[in-house]
């Protein structure tokens, strides 16, 4: 009888503690782009956190003065104060305004970085935790106007003031890095070329940058990988994936240890969202796994001339199986609900290579280095899906004291959505580039710096879609015909592009300084001429 009653009165205590709730429920998303966040919503030191769509619920005592906190890493914290009745339901969507960080700079004295470009230490950088594993997710903590990550939390993507995502360059050791991969929400994404672990430092200018760095609109991030002088390793895991690093040097005299040969860098790294995509609202069997493995290597015939070789290769599989969707929507009186089956599965598969090898000659007494570069690029990426959706809407009841509360009582329609795609896209891009610069001082503190440059390029491009869309309701295809199926967003190309670019540039940079200010100027010019179009650019 005493457990019974225990039983009892737990269940009455819990019972008039869920009653005595409310529950403030909405969106978090970004205040410029409008992309949804993982933010946190913090009450009394515990809170949740918003899924992969933003949108979050959290239940709070009901008759009382409530302070929310919603916060999210390298966003301004805001602050909602709500006053609920027990078991009211309030909707409140917050937007959060990204942070602007000053840039952290150190100053590098090599011949080859004495540009206007100062370069970023990448340490701090390693500290910063993100989704997606890759190297993009951070810029926006060292550049000004960038959006990371704004294809998604899994999305390697990054815009530059409002540019697009492709209109970014990218250089590792003076290579330029390509990025062709077709992306849709970025669930698909797989790891992005720079390697933290790798990487000694980095430049980057979203605005204003160097004639030196091609035509690109928005943003330059130039990328220098490490020159090992010890053995170090490291090993990193988590339930998203790994990486692994291994550098070193061997020395000519193995006895004086001072003059080295031979330098070696390499880094794997390993990728699973499976994880975290399973928790989306779309239900299904993931399967996406993504791993790249990276050399650098150098080796120093003397103090003068070095041989250095860049390599990458870069798999990424892509498998889903969705089987339902449910998705709620509305306001407190009046609430909607989709749900879908699905019939099908998507299953892509992206390969992709880089090889460059580059001579350099660096005249210490002369202060000028030249520098022969050569390089190749290759992709191969296969999409293909046909899935099939059969989607029913429906309306909620809303009424606390219904039986039928939370359950759909009423169809507004159905239907069935059926995609379909069989895209493959093949591409190769080899070019060879001579880059040189001068140095020489004039006047006591003021220094000018000459560069200047000639490149060859040649493209080649298959490109091969087959996509379309079909949409069905009660039975009819829409847009509807007697005799015939009629299909939407019907794309289907058989492209094979060829082409040749000559590039070229000069540019000067002044820098002086006294003992109270440091100063910089840089003028240049470049000119390009592109086959396709038969366009010829000149751009001072």
Known sequence: MKIKLSILLVFCIGTIALAQNATVFGTITDTKTG????????????????????????????????????????????????????GERRQIDMTLLSRVFTEVVVEDSTLLNRDSDKPVDVKPLKLIPTVSLNFEQVLG???????????????????????????????????????PFLIRSGQQEGLSFPNIDLIRDIS??????????????????????????????SIGMSLLGGSAHLEGAVYKDKNKKTEKAFR???????????????SLDLAGEYSPNFFDFQGAFSYDFNESWQLSVLGNYNTSEYYFQPSQRNS????????????????GQEIDEFNTYMGGIALTNINKEHNYFLKL?????????????????????????TDLGSSNFGNVVSILGSGTEHRYARNYLTSNVSNIAHKGGWEWDKEGSLTTFLQWGVKYQRETISDQLNEWKRLDSAGY?????????LLQDVVKTDILLESNRFSAFAQNTWNGADSTKEWSLTAGLRAQYWDLNNEFLFMP
């Open 204 to 233: 980057f200018s979203s605005g204003g940058f160097d004639a030196k760095y091609g035509d690109k609109l928005s943003s330059v991030l130039n990328i220098n990988y490490k020159r090992p002088d010890s053995l170090k390793a």
């Open 264 to 278: 070696y860098l390499m880094g794997a790294r390993y990728k699973t969202t499976q994880y975290l995509l399973g």
């Open 477 to 485: 295809s829409l847009v509807y015909d007697v005799n015939q199926v």
């Open 141 to 179: 903590v060292i550049g000004l106007g960038v959006s990371a990550g704004t294809g998604g939390e899994l999305s390697s993507q990054y815009s530059v003031r409002g540019g697009n995502y492709d209109e970014n360059l990218i250089y590792i050791n003076d290579f330029e890095i390509y990025r």
């Open 328 to 343: 709620t929507l509305g306001v407190i009186d009046f609430a909607l609900q989709l749900n879908v089956d699905f019939e």
């Open 373 to 397: 570069l050569a390089s190749r690029y290759g992709s191969q990426e296969n999409e293909e899906f046909d899935i099939l959706g059969y989607y029913e809407l429906g309306v909620l009841e």
């Open 35 to 86: 992309e949804p966040l993982f933010a946190s919503v913090i009450l009394d030191n515990k809170g949740v956190e918003a899924n992969a769509a933003g949108l979050y619920e959290i239940k709070i005592p009901a008759n009382k003065d409530i302070t929310l906190i919603y916060s999210y890493v390298n966003y301004i914290a805001d602050t909602v104060v709500v006053n609920l009745k027990k």
